[in-house]
C-alpha cells in the first residue's frame, strides 16, 4: 500500500477511471455571509457539462440574498434578488471558468449563513461498462438501486436539516424578541402608571396654592 | 481497513485538480460551516495559490506558502489547528453532533494592500465516506468486488443513521424552543394583566385618597 500523500504511479485503467471520475463533482459549502459583503465562487467546468446549482439561506435578517451565475464569457445566466431557495440547472455551452456569486449588499446589519450545492456533471455509474462481457448480475444492479435510493435519501435528509436549522433559527428569534418585548411592556408598563398618579397630583398641588393666594 | 481505505483514496485525490475555487484577502480568514452529527469523519482537500503581479496570474507554487488550517466544534473545543503547505488534506472525526467551524488563513506577512495581491483557495471537503471506492476497480475477482461495494454502502446507511440521530437531537431542541416561547407568552400575558390591574386599583386609591386630602371630594 503507497503512503499516504506520495504519488504512486497510476496503472493505465485506474487512470482512465480517475480521469471519468473527475467530471463528476459535487461541492457542497456552508458559510457565512457578511452584511454587505459579497462572495464568488469559481468552477472549471468542460462543454456540455450538465450542473446543477442549489442554495439555501439557513439564517439571518430575512432569510434572503441574491444569487449570480455568469459564463466565461460574463453572460448572466441566472440572476435572482432576495431568493431564500432556488434550484438552477444549466448545461455547460462552452469550456471555461464560470463563476457564481453571493451577494448581501442590500443588508446593513444581518449576517446570513449560506448553504449552496454545485453538482458537476452526473456520478460515475458504479460497475462501469469499459471492462465488462455480460450485463449486470442481480448483485450488482442491485447494488445500483441501493446505491441511488441512498443518494436520494441523503440528499433529502440534507434539505430537511436545512430546512429545519432555518425554522430553528426562527424559532429562536421569536424566542427573544417575546422575551424582551414582554419585559420591555412591563416596564413601560409601570412606569407610565405611576408616573400619571404623580403628574396629576402635580396638577391639582398647583391650583390650590394659586386659589389661597387669590382668597387672601 | 479504514485508514487503509482512506490512505488509498487520498493518493487519487491528490492527483486530482480541484474544482471549485474563491478567492480571499492575503491575511483574511474564511471559514466555512459543517452542520455534522458525531462520530463523522470528515476529509477536506485544498490547494492555495498567489496573484503575482509580475505575471498578472496565480503561481502554481509559492514558495513558504502556508495555511493555517483550525477546526472548532460547536462547544468553542479546538479540535485540529496546524500548519499545512500550499496543497494538503486534513481530516477530523467529530465528538459532538452540531456545527463545527473550519478556517482557513494564510501564514503569510505580506499586506494585500501594500502586494496588491490576494489568494485563490481550492477546495473540496467530504463528510462521511460516500465517496466511491476506487480500490474495487482492483479487484479481479467478481466476488470481491461486489463485496466491497456492499461495505460502502453500508458505510453509507451508517451515516444516514447518525445523521437522523442528530435530527432527533436537532428536533427535541426546536420543540424544546418552541414550548419555552410558548410558556413565555403566557406567563408574560399573566404578569403583565396582574400589573395592569394592581396599578390601576392602586391609582384610583391613591387618586381618591389625594382628592379627599385635598377637600375636593
Known amino acids: 500500500m503507497p503512503p499516504r500523500g506520495s504519488r504512486a504511479p497510476l496503472p493505465p485503467l485506474l487512470l482512465v477511471w480517475a480521469l471519468a471520475a473527475c467530471a463528476a463533482r459535487a461541492s457542497e459549502i456552508t458559510f457565512e455571509l457578511p452584511d454587505n459583503a459579497k462572495q464568488c465562487f469559481y468552477e472549471e467546468i468542460a462543454q456540455g457539462t450538465k450542473c446543477t446549482l442549489e442554495f439555501q439561506v439557513i439564517t439571518g435578517g430575512h432569510y434572503d440574498v441574491d444569487c449570480r451565475l455568469e459564463d466565461p464569457d460574463g453572460i448572466v445566466l441566472y440572476k435572482e434578488m432576495k431568493k431564500q431557495y432556488d434550484s438552477f440547472t444549466f448545461t455547460a455551452s462552452r469550456n471555461g471558468t464560470y463563476k457564481f456569486c453571493f451577494s448581501n449588499e442590500f443588508s446593513t446589519f444581518t449576517h446570513k449563513t449560506v448553504y449552496f450545492d454545485f453538482q458537476v456533471g452526473e456520478d460515475p455509474p458504479l460497475f462501469p461498462s469499459e471492462n465488462r462481457v455480460t450485463a449486470l448480475t442481480q448483485m450488482e444492479s442491485a447494488c445500483v438501486s441501493i446505491h441511488e435510493a441512498l443518494k436520494s435519501v441523503i440528499d433529502y435528509q440534507t434539505h430537511f436539516r ?51 393666594r387669590v382668597g387672601s | 481497513m479504514k485508514s487503509k481505505l482512506i490512505g488509498f483514496l487520498m493518493n487519487f485525490w491528490i492527483s486530482f485538480s480541484l474544482a471549485l475555487y474563491f478567492h480571499t484577502g492575503e491575511r483574511e480568514e474564511k471559514c466555512i460551516i459543517e452542520d455534522i452529527p458525531s462520530d463523522t469523519l470528515v476529509v477536506g482537500n485544498y490547494k492555495v495559490q498567489r496573484w503575482d503581479i509580475h505575471t498578472h496570474g496565480f503561481l502554481e507554487s509559492a514558495p513558504g506558502l502556508g495555511m493555517f488550517v483550525t477546526v472548532t466544534s460547536p462547544t468553542a473545543e479546538v479540535l485540529l489547528s496546524k500548519l499545512y503547505g500550499p496543497q494538503g488534506t486534513f481530516t477530523f472525526t467529530s465528538y459532538i453532533s452540531g456545527e463545527h467551524i473550519i478556517c482557513f488563513q494564510s501564514n503569510s506577512t505580506r499586506f494585500a494592500v501594500i502586494a496588491g495581491s490576494k489568494l485563490r483557495i481550492h477546495l473540496d471537503i467530504r463528510v462521511g465516506e460516500h465517496f466511491l471506492d476506487e480500490s474495487a476497480i482492483q479487484a479481479k475477482d467478481k466476488v470481491n468486488e461486489v463485496n466491497i461495494r456492499l461495505e460502502h454502502l453500508i458505510e453509507q446507511i451508517h451515516h444516514v443513521t447518525r445523521e437522523q440521530d442528530y435530527e432527533r437531537e436537532r428536533e427535541e431542541k426546536f420543540r424544546k424552543k418552541s414550548e419555552e416561547t410558548n410558556s413565555n407568552i403566557l406567563w408574560w400575558a399573566i404578569v403583565q394583566t396582574l400589573i395592569l390591574i394592581s396599578v390601576g386599583i392602586w391609582q384610583i386609591k391613591s387618586l381618591r385618597d389625594f382628592f379627599i386630602s385635598k377637600k375636593l371630594v
Open chain 1, 162 to 212: 436545512l430546512r429545519e436549522a432555518q425554522g430553528r433559527s426562527r424559532a429562536e428569534d421569536l424566542n427573544t424578541r417575546v422575551a424582551y418585548w414582554s419585559i420591555g411592556e412591563a416596564i413601560i408598563l409601570l412606569v407610565v402608571s405611576i408616573g400619571q398618579v404623580f403628574l396629576l397630583k402635580s396638577f391639582f398641588s398647583d391650583k390650590r396654592t394659586t386659589t389661597t
